[in-house]
Nanobody, 117 residues
Framework: QVQLVESGGGLVQPGGSLRLSCAAS????????MAWYRRAPGKQRELVAR???????AYGSSVKGRFTISRDTAKNTMYLQMNSLKPEDTAVYYC???????????WGQGTQVTVSS
């Protein structure tokens, strides 16, 4: 059974930084695309950032230039470095990954990020 576990969320002041982690565990042979999504209260889920197995990245327009996605293949772990945080970044952040087969999609349980003074 494959599991994704996020960590690193919390409360931060505007302009501050946080680093989220997503660790994949279980019977893993290969991880394809990994991504971070978020859902703010009253809004639809949106893509924050995506990283392929080859290391190619893509970002949502609202976070480009402020957030950086990365992954450690050896540790089956993905990261999201979030800088210059704004109140509108407040949301539950979810880890997503395609693992072992391109038909197998997994989600983490989510981690709350709150940006407030």
């Amino acid at each position: 059974q494959v599991q994704l576990v996020e960590s690193g969320g919390g409360l931060v002041q505007p302009g501050g930084s946080l680093r989220l982690s997503c660790a994949a565990s279980g019977s893993i042979f290969s991880i394809y695309t990994m991504a971070w999504y978020r859902r703010a209260p009253g809004k639809q889920r949106e893509l924050v950032a995506r990283i392929t197995s080859g290391g190619s990245t893509a970002y949502g327009s609202s976070v480009k230039g402020r957030f950086t996605i990365s992954r450690d293949t050896a540790k089956n772990t993905m990261y999201l470095q979030m800088n210059s945080l704004k109140p509108e970044d407040t949301a539950v952040y979810y880890c997503y990954a395609i693992i072992n087969s391109r038909a197998n999609e997994y989600w983490g349980q989510g981690t709350q990020v709150t940006v407030s003074s």
